[in-house]
Protein backbone atom coordinates (compact mmCIF):
# COMPACT_ATOMS: atom_id res chain seq x y z
CA UNK A 1 0.00 0.00 0.00
CA UNK A 2 2.61 2.36 -1.01
CA UNK A 3 1.77 6.24 -0.57
CA UNK A 4 -0.73 5.59 1.84
CA UNK A 5 -0.67 6.61 5.23
CA UNK A 6 -0.41 4.50 8.31
CA UNK A 7 -3.91 5.62 9.55
CA UNK A 8 -4.71 4.39 6.30
CA UNK A 9 -3.43 1.28 6.35
CA UNK A 10 -5.01 0.31 9.86
CA UNK A 11 -8.58 2.19 8.69
CA UNK A 12 -8.41 -0.65 5.28
CA UNK A 13 -7.24 -3.48 7.56
CA UNK A 14 -9.89 -2.56 10.27
CA UNK A 15 -12.55 -2.20 7.29
CA UNK A 16 -11.71 -5.43 6.03
CA UNK A 17 -11.88 -7.20 9.07
CA UNK A 18 -15.38 -5.59 10.15
CA UNK A 19 -17.01 -6.64 6.42
CA UNK A 20 -15.52 -9.75 6.39
CA UNK A 21 -17.07 -10.55 10.10
CA UNK A 22 -20.27 -9.38 9.06
CA UNK A 23 -22.35 -12.58 9.35
CA UNK A 24 -20.66 -12.71 13.11
CA UNK A 25 -20.76 -8.95 14.03
CA UNK A 26 -24.60 -8.60 13.03
CA UNK A 27 -26.21 -11.92 13.80
CA UNK A 28 -27.12 -10.90 17.40
CA UNK A 29 -28.99 -7.76 15.85
CA UNK A 30 -31.30 -10.05 13.61
CA UNK A 31 -28.95 -8.83 10.52
CA UNK A 32 -27.15 -11.64 10.44
CA UNK A 33 -29.20 -12.97 6.94
CA UNK A 34 -27.84 -13.35 3.32
CA UNK A 35 -30.15 -10.58 1.83
CA UNK A 36 -29.51 -8.17 4.23
CA UNK A 37 -25.83 -8.64 4.48
CA UNK A 38 -25.80 -8.49 0.42
CA UNK A 39 -27.68 -5.08 0.67
CA UNK A 40 -24.98 -3.90 2.99
CA UNK A 41 -22.40 -4.61 0.64
CA UNK A 42 -23.97 -2.98 -2.58
CA UNK A 43 -25.40 0.27 -1.19
CA UNK A 44 -22.01 0.41 0.47
CA UNK A 45 -20.56 0.29 -2.47
CA UNK A 46 -23.39 2.34 -4.50
CA UNK A 47 -22.36 4.92 -1.28
CA UNK A 48 -18.76 4.77 -1.65
CA UNK A 49 -18.79 5.79 -5.69
CA UNK A 50 -21.13 8.54 -4.84
CA UNK A 51 -19.10 9.99 -2.41
CA UNK A 52 -16.27 10.43 -5.28
CA UNK A 53 -18.43 12.39 -7.22
CA UNK A 54 -20.38 14.54 -3.79
CA UNK A 55 -17.90 14.24 -1.01
CA UNK A 56 -14.88 15.24 -2.84
CA UNK A 57 -15.79 17.43 -5.82
CA UNK A 58 -19.44 18.75 -3.72
CA UNK A 59 -21.01 18.49 -7.13
CA UNK A 60 -24.54 16.75 -5.44
CA UNK A 61 -26.31 14.56 -8.52
CA UNK A 62 -29.83 13.05 -7.81
CA UNK A 63 -29.54 11.17 -10.71
CA UNK A 64 -27.12 8.08 -10.07
CA UNK A 65 -29.97 5.56 -9.59
CA UNK A 66 -30.04 5.61 -13.68
CA UNK A 67 -26.40 4.22 -13.74
CA UNK A 68 -27.94 1.68 -11.23
CA UNK A 69 -30.28 0.56 -13.10
CA UNK A 70 -28.24 0.63 -16.30
CA UNK A 71 -25.61 -2.07 -14.45
CA UNK A 72 -28.25 -4.12 -13.82
CA UNK A 73 -30.16 -4.54 -16.97
CA UNK A 74 -26.65 -5.00 -18.39
CA UNK A 75 -25.78 -7.65 -16.35
CA UNK A 76 -29.57 -9.30 -16.15
CA UNK A 77 -29.20 -9.69 -20.03
CA UNK A 78 -25.41 -11.04 -20.24
CA UNK A 79 -27.09 -13.69 -17.87
CA UNK A 80 -29.68 -14.55 -21.03
CA UNK A 81 -26.97 -14.08 -23.33
CA UNK A 82 -24.34 -15.57 -23.01
CA UNK A 83 -23.12 -17.46 -19.29
CA UNK A 84 -24.38 -17.67 -15.69
CA UNK A 85 -21.29 -16.85 -15.08
CA UNK A 86 -20.68 -13.15 -12.78
CA UNK A 87 -17.17 -12.06 -14.10
CA UNK A 88 -18.88 -11.42 -17.83
CA UNK A 89 -21.99 -9.58 -16.22
CA UNK A 90 -20.26 -7.21 -13.91
CA UNK A 91 -17.69 -6.17 -16.55
CA UNK A 92 -20.61 -5.63 -18.77
CA UNK A 93 -21.96 -3.81 -16.08
CA UNK A 94 -19.35 -1.67 -15.37
CA UNK A 95 -18.36 -0.58 -19.22
CA UNK A 96 -22.35 0.27 -20.27
CA UNK A 97 -22.86 2.55 -17.02
CA UNK A 98 -19.52 4.22 -17.29
CA UNK A 99 -20.01 4.93 -21.14
CA UNK A 100 -23.59 6.04 -20.07
CA UNK A 101 -22.16 8.32 -17.39
CA UNK A 102 -19.99 9.76 -19.83
CA UNK A 103 -22.65 11.10 -22.13
CA UNK A 104 -24.96 12.64 -18.79
CA UNK A 105 -21.83 14.12 -17.07
CA UNK A 106 -20.60 15.71 -20.73
CA UNK A 107 -24.13 17.68 -20.95
CA UNK A 108 -24.93 18.02 -16.89
CA UNK A 109 -21.13 19.12 -15.68
CA UNK A 110 -21.80 22.65 -17.77
CA UNK A 111 -23.91 23.59 -14.89
CA UNK A 112 -22.66 23.39 -11.39
CA UNK A 113 -24.74 23.97 -8.70
CA UNK A 114 -28.17 23.42 -8.34
CA UNK A 115 -28.56 23.66 -12.03
CA UNK A 116 -25.80 20.38 -12.25
CA UNK A 117 -28.49 18.56 -9.51
CA UNK A 118 -31.97 19.39 -11.57
CA UNK A 119 -30.24 18.13 -14.56
CA UNK A 120 -29.14 14.90 -13.18
CA UNK A 121 -32.26 14.38 -11.78
CA UNK A 122 -33.84 15.13 -15.19
CA UNK A 123 -31.75 12.53 -17.11
CA UNK A 124 -32.53 9.88 -14.38
CA UNK A 125 -36.58 10.66 -14.46
CA UNK A 126 -36.11 10.18 -18.57
CA UNK A 127 -34.11 7.06 -18.13
CA UNK A 128 -37.14 5.72 -15.54
CA UNK A 129 -39.68 6.91 -18.29
CA UNK A 130 -37.94 4.99 -20.56
CA UNK A 131 -36.83 2.14 -19.06
CA UNK A 132 -40.42 1.87 -17.96
CA UNK A 133 -42.23 2.24 -20.86
CA UNK A 134 -40.71 3.08 -24.44
CA UNK A 135 -37.62 0.50 -24.21
CA UNK A 136 -40.27 -2.35 -23.06
CA UNK A 137 -38.57 -4.46 -26.12
CA UNK A 138 -34.99 -4.07 -23.85
CA UNK A 139 -36.36 -3.72 -20.13
CA UNK A 140 -39.56 -5.75 -20.25
CA UNK A 141 -41.72 -2.40 -18.83
CA UNK A 142 -42.84 -2.88 -15.82
CA UNK A 143 -42.86 -6.78 -15.25
CA UNK A 144 -39.12 -6.19 -15.13
CA UNK A 145 -35.99 -8.25 -17.23
CA UNK A 146 -36.37 -11.64 -15.95
CA UNK A 147 -34.54 -14.57 -16.75
CA UNK A 148 -36.35 -17.53 -18.84
CA UNK A 149 -35.50 -21.42 -19.65
CA UNK A 150 -35.49 -20.23 -23.53
CA UNK A 151 -32.49 -18.04 -23.17
CA UNK A 152 -29.64 -19.11 -25.16
CA UNK A 153 -26.87 -18.72 -22.65
CA UNK A 154 -24.18 -19.41 -25.69
CA UNK A 155 -21.36 -20.34 -23.23
CA UNK A 156 -23.18 -22.72 -21.02
CA UNK A 157 -24.19 -26.19 -21.41
CA UNK A 158 -27.83 -27.28 -22.54
CA UNK A 159 -29.54 -26.56 -19.33
CA UNK A 160 -31.53 -30.26 -18.72
CA UNK A 161 -32.67 -29.73 -14.83
CA UNK A 162 -35.70 -27.73 -16.07
CA UNK A 163 -35.73 -24.82 -13.65
CA UNK A 164 -33.24 -21.77 -14.09
CA UNK A 165 -29.64 -21.92 -13.38
CA UNK A 166 -27.87 -20.19 -10.01
CA UNK A 167 -25.63 -17.35 -10.84
CA UNK A 168 -22.01 -18.53 -10.61
CA UNK A 169 -18.56 -17.71 -10.43
CA UNK A 170 -17.13 -21.04 -12.18
CA UNK A 171 -19.13 -23.21 -10.71
CA UNK A 172 -19.63 -21.50 -7.15
CA UNK A 173 -22.85 -20.65 -6.97
CA UNK A 174 -23.76 -17.02 -5.45
CA UNK A 175 -26.93 -18.46 -3.08
CA UNK A 176 -25.01 -21.78 -1.95
CA UNK A 177 -25.13 -20.86 2.00
CA UNK A 178 -23.66 -22.68 4.54
CA UNK A 179 -25.20 -22.29 8.45
CA UNK A 180 -23.23 -22.56 11.74
CA UNK A 181 -25.47 -22.42 15.37
CA UNK A 182 -23.74 -20.94 18.28
CA UNK A 183 -25.02 -19.92 21.70
CA UNK A 184 -28.62 -19.93 20.43
CA UNK A 185 -27.60 -17.66 17.35
CA UNK A 186 -27.63 -18.99 13.51
CA UNK A 187 -24.51 -17.60 11.64
CA UNK A 188 -24.78 -17.91 7.83
CA UNK A 189 -22.20 -17.58 5.45
CA UNK A 190 -22.99 -16.36 2.11
CA UNK A 191 -20.81 -16.87 -0.86
CA UNK A 192 -23.12 -14.35 -2.59
CA UNK A 193 -22.58 -12.01 0.58
CA UNK A 194 -18.56 -12.70 0.28
CA UNK A 195 -18.72 -12.03 -3.13
CA UNK A 196 -20.03 -8.99 -2.60
CA UNK A 197 -17.87 -7.90 0.18
CA UNK A 198 -14.98 -8.45 -1.36
CA UNK A 199 -16.24 -6.15 -4.36
CA UNK A 200 -16.47 -3.80 -1.87
CA UNK A 201 -13.43 -4.06 -0.04
CA UNK A 202 -11.71 -3.32 -3.50
CA UNK A 203 -14.14 -0.57 -3.89
CA UNK A 204 -13.13 1.11 -1.01
CA UNK A 205 -9.38 0.50 -1.32
CA UNK A 206 -9.79 2.46 -4.57
CA UNK A 207 -11.80 5.03 -3.27
CA UNK A 208 -8.91 5.33 -0.61
CA UNK A 209 -5.73 5.63 -3.33
CA UNK A 210 -8.17 7.82 -5.50
CA UNK A 211 -8.12 10.21 -2.67
CA UNK A 212 -4.81 10.38 -1.57
CA UNK A 213 -3.67 10.49 -5.49
CA UNK A 214 -2.89 13.88 -7.20
CA UNK A 215 -6.34 13.64 -9.10
CA UNK A 216 -8.31 13.50 -5.44
CA UNK A 217 -6.43 16.86 -4.34
CA UNK A 218 -7.23 18.09 -7.33
CA UNK A 219 -10.89 17.10 -7.15
CA UNK A 220 -10.36 18.48 -3.30
CA UNK A 221 -10.01 21.70 -4.66
CA UNK A 222 -12.17 21.88 -6.93
CA UNK A 223 -15.05 21.58 -3.96
CA UNK A 224 -12.79 24.49 -2.18
CA UNK A 225 -12.80 26.62 -4.77
CA UNK A 226 -13.53 25.92 -8.43
CA UNK A 227 -13.85 29.54 -9.86
CA UNK A 228 -10.31 30.30 -8.10
CA UNK A 229 -8.82 27.19 -10.32
CA UNK A 230 -10.25 28.80 -13.56
CA UNK A 231 -9.01 32.13 -13.01
CA UNK A 232 -5.54 30.43 -12.69
CA UNK A 233 -5.76 28.70 -15.51
CA UNK A 234 -6.66 25.93 -14.92
CA UNK A 235 -9.44 23.26 -16.77
CA UNK A 236 -10.99 22.02 -14.51
CA UNK A 237 -13.97 20.07 -16.77
CA UNK A 238 -11.90 16.96 -17.26
CA UNK A 239 -11.05 16.72 -13.69
CA UNK A 240 -15.12 16.57 -12.75
CA UNK A 241 -15.79 14.53 -15.59
CA UNK A 242 -13.11 11.95 -14.71
CA UNK A 243 -14.97 12.02 -10.74
CA UNK A 244 -18.72 11.78 -12.74
CA UNK A 245 -18.07 8.85 -14.88
CA UNK A 246 -15.76 7.00 -11.90
CA UNK A 247 -18.57 7.70 -9.99
CA UNK A 248 -20.81 6.09 -12.39
CA UNK A 249 -18.90 3.02 -12.88
CA UNK A 250 -19.22 2.32 -9.04
CA UNK A 251 -23.04 2.77 -9.26
CA UNK A 252 -23.54 0.37 -12.46
CA UNK A 253 -21.28 -2.27 -10.51
CA UNK A 254 -23.73 -2.11 -7.56
CA UNK A 255 -26.30 -2.33 -10.48
CA UNK A 256 -24.43 -5.65 -11.77
CA UNK A 257 -24.34 -6.82 -7.82
CA UNK A 258 -28.30 -6.73 -7.18
CA UNK A 259 -28.61 -8.53 -10.49
CA UNK A 260 -25.93 -11.43 -8.94
CA UNK A 261 -27.75 -11.57 -6.38
CA UNK A 262 -31.06 -10.96 -7.50
CA UNK A 263 -31.09 -12.24 -11.40
CA UNK A 264 -34.13 -9.22 -11.61
CA UNK A 265 -33.96 -6.28 -13.27
CA UNK A 266 -37.10 -3.68 -13.02
CA UNK A 267 -37.25 0.30 -13.63
CA UNK A 268 -37.96 1.00 -9.81
CA UNK A 269 -34.32 0.88 -9.54
CA UNK A 270 -34.15 3.87 -11.66
CA UNK A 271 -36.21 6.37 -9.99
CA UNK A 272 -35.34 9.35 -8.34
CA UNK A 273 -35.87 7.81 -4.95
CA UNK A 274 -33.20 5.75 -5.53
CA UNK A 275 -31.21 8.56 -6.14
CA UNK A 276 -31.93 10.24 -3.24
CA UNK A 277 -31.84 7.49 -0.76
CA UNK A 278 -27.81 6.95 -1.80
CA UNK A 279 -27.70 11.44 -0.72
CA UNK A 280 -28.70 10.76 2.37
CA UNK A 281 -26.15 7.48 3.26
CA UNK A 282 -23.92 10.04 2.07
CA UNK A 283 -24.94 12.72 4.13
CA UNK A 284 -25.83 10.70 7.28
CA UNK A 285 -22.80 8.31 7.15
CA UNK A 286 -20.45 11.55 6.61
CA UNK A 287 -19.44 13.55 3.18
CA UNK A 288 -15.98 13.56 2.22
CA UNK A 289 -15.33 10.88 4.70
CA UNK A 290 -14.08 7.41 3.73
CA UNK A 291 -15.70 5.26 5.64
CA UNK A 292 -19.29 7.19 5.94
CA UNK A 293 -20.84 6.45 3.38
CA UNK A 294 -20.74 2.66 4.59
CA UNK A 295 -22.00 3.45 7.76
CA UNK A 296 -24.98 5.33 6.21
CA UNK A 297 -25.80 2.87 3.72
CA UNK A 298 -25.97 0.06 6.43
CA UNK A 299 -27.61 2.30 8.97
CA UNK A 300 -30.61 2.78 6.56
CA UNK A 301 -30.89 -0.75 4.90
CA UNK A 302 -30.65 -1.85 8.72
CA UNK A 303 -33.86 0.75 9.73
CA UNK A 304 -35.35 -0.36 6.25
CA UNK A 305 -35.51 -3.97 6.84
CA UNK A 306 -35.85 -4.57 10.64
CA UNK A 307 -37.40 -1.91 11.97
CA UNK A 308 -40.31 -2.05 8.97
CA UNK A 309 -40.85 -5.76 10.43
CA UNK A 310 -41.64 -4.60 14.03
CA UNK A 311 -45.78 -4.48 13.83
CA UNK A 312 -47.70 -4.53 17.18
CA UNK A 313 -47.95 -8.32 17.67
CA UNK A 314 -43.96 -7.99 18.23
CA UNK A 315 -44.35 -4.78 20.21
CA UNK A 316 -46.77 -6.52 22.50
CA UNK A 317 -44.07 -9.44 23.03
CA UNK A 318 -41.92 -6.49 24.33
CA UNK A 319 -43.91 -5.09 26.65
CA UNK A 320 -45.75 -7.78 27.72
CA UNK A 321 -44.59 -7.66 31.68
CA UNK A 322 -46.15 -3.94 32.08
CA UNK A 323 -49.84 -3.61 33.41
CA UNK A 324 -52.51 -3.91 30.50
CA UNK A 325 -53.08 -0.29 30.22
CA UNK A 326 -49.40 0.64 29.98
CA UNK A 327 -48.73 -1.94 27.44
CA UNK A 328 -51.11 -1.00 25.14
CA UNK A 329 -50.31 3.24 25.73
CA UNK A 330 -46.54 2.11 25.16
CA UNK A 331 -47.39 -0.16 22.14
CA UNK A 332 -49.99 2.86 20.55
CA UNK A 333 -47.06 5.20 20.63
CA UNK A 334 -44.13 3.18 19.28
CA UNK A 335 -46.77 2.19 16.36
CA UNK A 336 -45.94 5.52 14.57
CA UNK A 337 -42.15 4.60 14.69
CA UNK A 338 -42.14 1.03 13.31
CA UNK A 339 -43.29 -1.16 10.43
CA UNK A 340 -44.77 0.94 7.92
CA UNK A 341 -43.55 4.18 10.12
CA UNK A 342 -40.11 3.25 9.72
CA UNK A 343 -39.45 6.55 7.94
CA UNK A 344 -40.58 8.57 10.92
CA UNK A 345 -37.93 7.10 13.18
CA UNK A 346 -35.53 7.28 10.21
CA UNK A 347 -36.35 10.88 9.60
CA UNK A 348 -35.87 11.79 13.28
CA UNK A 349 -32.97 10.36 13.75
CA UNK A 350 -31.70 11.89 10.56
CA UNK A 351 -32.33 15.52 11.97
CA UNK A 352 -30.90 14.73 14.84
CA UNK A 353 -27.50 13.87 13.04
CA UNK A 354 -27.58 16.95 10.59
CA UNK A 355 -28.87 19.25 13.38
CA UNK A 356 -25.94 18.39 16.23
CA UNK A 357 -23.54 16.18 13.89
CA UNK A 358 -23.37 18.11 10.62
CA UNK A 359 -20.23 15.80 9.68
CA UNK A 360 -22.50 12.74 10.18
CA UNK A 361 -22.12 9.40 11.97
CA UNK A 362 -18.05 9.49 11.24
CA UNK A 363 -18.27 13.35 13.72
CA UNK A 364 -19.98 11.31 16.13
CA UNK A 365 -16.88 8.41 16.08
CA UNK A 366 -14.98 11.02 16.13
CA UNK A 367 -15.75 13.11 19.35
CA UNK A 368 -16.30 9.96 21.22
CA UNK A 369 -13.07 8.68 20.30
CA UNK A 370 -11.52 12.52 21.34
CA UNK A 371 -13.40 12.17 24.56
CA UNK A 372 -12.70 9.09 25.61
CA UNK A 373 -8.98 10.20 24.49
CA UNK A 374 -8.99 13.39 26.70
CA UNK A 375 -9.92 11.43 29.82
CA UNK A 376 -7.59 9.14 29.39
CA UNK A 377 -5.04 11.67 28.80
CA UNK A 378 -6.25 13.23 31.77
CA UNK A 379 -6.19 10.22 34.36
CA UNK A 380 -3.11 9.68 33.30
CA UNK A 381 -1.59 13.28 34.01
CA UNK A 382 -3.67 12.61 37.19
CA UNK A 383 -2.07 9.42 38.93
CA UNK A 384 1.69 10.98 39.37
CA UNK A 385 -0.19 13.58 41.78
CA UNK A 386 -2.38 11.07 43.56
CA UNK A 387 0.69 8.61 43.98
CA UNK A 388 2.68 11.91 45.65
Known amino acids: MKHLTKNDRLLFIFFTIMVLAGPIILAPFGAGYPD???????????????????????????????????????????????????IPA??????????????????????????????????????????????????NGETGLQLNLSDPRILDAANTTGSIPSTNLFGLTMNSTAKFELLG????????????????????????????????????????????????GVNTRPYTLAAFVISGMYAGLAGGLMAITDPLAGAERMQWTASGE????????????????????GFIKYFENIFSKINDSVLESWFSFLPEGL?????????FFVGKGWHLTLGLLFMLVVIFLPGGLMEGGTRLYNAFRSKDTKSSKDEPKAAE
Request: charged residues 5%; aromatic residues 16%; contains cysteine.
Open 36 to 86: LLQRFAIFGLFAVGFNILFGMTGYLSFGHAAFLGVGSYSAVWMFKLLTMNV
Open 327 to 335: SDAMVFVLH
Open 185 to 232: LVFQFNVGFYFCALILIAGFYIAMRIARSPFGLMLLAIKTNQTRLNYT
Open 278 to 297: VVLMTILGGVGTLLGPVLGA
Open 90 to 139: LFLSVVISGLFALLIGFVSLRRSGIYFSILTLAFAQMSYNLAYSVLTPIT
